[in-house]
């Protein structure tokens, strides 16, 4: 009995579709560690973050609360600019 090419080349479609399907379903057994839980590296990166200080209103330079009268002064001056 003799295979007829187009049977064959239809087998093989069939099956790599199947091992596809098949490779792309396994599942990863690797578990995700949740960042929540985990605690910041002791390494010079990291070394000055939890030393920094909140940003509140109290540390505010006075150069910056300038520069922000200022911008409100332009906006309330010129409404209508866009």
Same mark, same amino acid.
Request: aromatic content about 6%.
């Given at each position: 009995?003799?295979?007829?090419? @187009?049977?064959? %080349?239809?087998?093989?479609?069939?099956?790599?579709? &199947?091992? &596809?399907? %098949? !490779?792309? +379903?396994?599942? /990863?057994?690797? $578990?995700?560690?949740?960042? #929540? +839980?985990?605690?910041?590296?002791? =390494?010079?990166?990291?070394? +000055?973050?939890?030393?920094?200080?909140?940003?509140?209103?109290? +540390? !505010? @330079?006075? $150069?910056?609360?300038?520069?922000?009268?200022?911008? #409100? =002064? %332009? !906006?309330?001056? /010129?409404?209508? =600019?866009?």
């Amino acid at each position: 009995m003799k295979i007829k090419p @187009s049977i064959l %080349y239809l087998l093989v479609f069939v099956i790599s579709i &199947i091992a &596809i399907i %098949y !490779v792309s +379903n396994m599942e /990863n057994t690797e $578990e995700v560690i949740p960042i #929540e +839980n985990s605690k910041m590296p002791s =390494d010079e990166i990291h070394a +000055n973050l939890n030393a920094a200080q909140e940003p509140t209103g109290g +540390n !505010v @330079s006075s $150069e910056f609360k300038n520069k922000m009268k200022n911008l #409100e =002064d %332009y !906006v309330v001056s /010129n409404p209508k =600019d866009t």
